[in-house]
């Protein structure tokens, strides 16, 4: 599901729920109707990790033969963040979907801000038949982790070509992709 429509659909749970707790109380909701809703609280939260998840990774590249590098930076930036309990709170005790984008997007940022210096350790000078002609023109920055090549101050995905050599940068562009 695209974030509209997981968003959507976590905006319903979180209404049934709203509406569920302003005609029974918490206690008569886990008692006298468990089981629906234990599924209600199932859904939002499978929903609202769902949602989170889309939202955080947006955008954010990293090519399989390095995830196992970026993941403990991904999952310890989370733990210490503490952001998912708040989400937790947003969605069970306020229904707030709007807190939820909010600590979903401050999420994402500090995830990003963590990955710099992984992504800054991958970036490589890549050397084509280009730098070697006459005249010789300079090697652009590539980056392994992510799969991008620096073109017009931004990264942009781009694939290693048969016959390039990736040397390790010194000097490196600002904000890996």
């Known amino acids: 599901m695209e974030n509209t429509e997981l968003r959507k659909v976590l ?14 109380s918490l206690e008569v909701l886990k008692t006298r109707y468990k089981k629906p809703f234990d599924e209600l609280r199932h859904n939002i939260s499978s929903t609202a990790t769902a949602y989170v998840k889309q939202i955080t990774l ?9 995830m196992n590098e970026a993941q403990p930076l991904i999952q310890s930036t989370i733990d210490q963040s503490g952001i998912l309990k708040q989400i937790s709170a947003a969605a069970f005790k306020r229904q707030d ?3 939820i984008d909010q600590l979903a997007l401050t999420l994402k940022e500090q995830i990003r801000q963590a990955l710099i210096p992984f992504y800054d350790r991958h970036i ?4 084509d038949e ?3 002609g006459n005249p010789p023109k300079a090697p652009k920055f590539y980056n392994e982790a992510s799969g ?3 073109k017009n101050n ?4 781009a694939e290693v070509e048969k016959g390039v050599i990736l040397l390790p940068a010194q000097d490196k562009p ?3 992709a």
Do not use: H, Q, S
Request: aromatic fraction near 14%; hydrophobic fraction near 50%; proline fraction near 2%.
């Open 124 to 127: 490589c000078l890549y050397l």
């Open 148 to 150: 991008c090549m620096w």
């Open 130 to 132: 280009e730098c070697f």
């Open 11 to 24: 905006e319903e749970y979180l209404d049934l729920l709203k509406r569920n707790l302003a005609v029974a």
């Open 97 to 99: 979907i709007a807190e």
């Open 174 to 176: 600002k904000a890996a």
């Open 154 to 157: 931004a990264w942009t995905p």
């Open 58 to 66: 947006e955008n954010i590249r990293i090519r399989a033969d390095f």
